[in-house]
């Protein structure tokens, strides 16, 4: 994405924007695990909401933060690269903090199916 601010042709540009969006959707489904995989049943709704607030305040504070780049530098570069090293922060907070579940967590994780009796048993 940083690399779009700097690109030199609007060919160059469609080409790393639809990259950078289809590594942004590539990744959405992870959130999700992420969630379902740390949170307790019983909170799921509530944290998966949570995601969603924070989300949806970048969504309102980016804009922001864009035109007052922009109106400082009097260029998008600085913008791009803004956004660009907040994904690379986010992927490598992920590659640090993101763990997989103990054994002992994944196998109380696994549902126990218990096959019911036939009628008349």
């Given amino acids: 994405m940083a690399l779009t601010g700097i690109a030199a042709s609007i060919a160059m540009v469609v080409t790393l924007m639809a990259t950078s969006v289809f590594f942004m959707y590539l990744t959405a489904s992870t959130y999700w695990a992420i969630v379902l995989d740390t949170v307790e049943d019983g909170r799921i709704g509530a944290v998966s909401g949570f995601v969603h607030l924070i989300a949806n305040l970048a969504g309102i504070v980016a804009p922001m933060a864009t035109g007052f780049l922009v109106q400082a530098s009097g260029t998008f ?33 696994v549902p126990v199916v218990r096959e019911r009796p036939l009628a008349g048993e």
């Fill in 77 to 109: 570069t600085s913008a791009f690269v803004l956004t660009g090293g907040i994904a690379v922060l986010g992927a490598l907070g992920v590659a640090i903090f993101v763990r997989q579940p103990r054994a002992e967590t994944a196998e109380a994780a």
